[in-house]
């Protein structure tokens, strides 16, 4: 009896595991941006150019989404790059102590349609503290140049530098507090 109750939860533990889909974002057609206040009167823009975002999920409505996020804080570019390398200093996110931004969802609530509240952790500059965040599930089709079958998100929030110890000493007059994320992610099925 003990045998075939351990061989009914292998199996059971198996299938589970085979059933899950993992996907990657594509690179070239993903962007983690991100946008910033200067002087109270105009915004900044940069973006993460190396970055790693992983869904898994075994339902296609999303209720068991999973999103892990990596960025190589070093790849900050906003087109400048002494600002890109004050950017990476002590002053602001230290990349030469911290060198990773990550981010690991927690749960994903549907709102209405294809919209959903994404909440996780969200580790900057030594710090870790939970994150609210927007998803919205923009669909998916096939890929016309590959034939793959392709999945699209756009995800947008707010948080406070402050939160994360980063840029402590610029105030917000010089550097807006409130950070504006956007990230559009494409994920091939492979």
């Known amino acids: 009896m003990k045998t075939i109750l351990l061989a009914t939860t292998l199996f059971v533990a198996a299938s ?13 057609h993903s962007k983690l941006g991100f946008s910033a206040t200067h002087l109270m009167i105009s915004d900044v823009e940069g973006e993460f150019k190396d970055f790693e975002v992983h869904l ?22 906003t087109g400048v790059e002494a600002r890109d390398n004050h950017l990476k200093s002590a ?10 931004l990550e981010f690991t969802s927690k749960s994903l609530t ?7 509240k994404l909440n996780g952790d969200l580790s900057l500059n030594g710090v870790t503290k939970p994150v609210s965040l927007m998803l919205v599930f923009n669909g998916s089709t096939i890929n016309p140049m590959n034939k793959t079958k392709t999945y699209g ?5 707010k948080l406070k530098r402050s939160d994360f110890g980063v840029g402590a000493n610029f105030p917000e007059a010089v550097v807006g507090d409130i950070i ?7 994920f091939p099925v492979k």
């Open 56 to 77: 898994t999920m075994t339902k296609d409505d999303l209720s068991d989404a999973k999103f892990h996020l990596t960025a190589d804080v070093n790849s900050i570019n």
């Open 153 to 157: 998100f756009t995800v947008k929030g």
């Open 110 to 116: 549907k709102i209405k349609g294809n919209n959903f």
């Open 180 to 186: 504006r994320l956007t990230s559009n992610l494409e």
């Open 16 to 28: 589970v595991s085979t059933f899950a889909q993992k996907y990657t974002n594509d690179k070239a």
């Open 91 to 100: 002053d602001f996110f230290n990349a030469s102590k911290n060198s990773t």
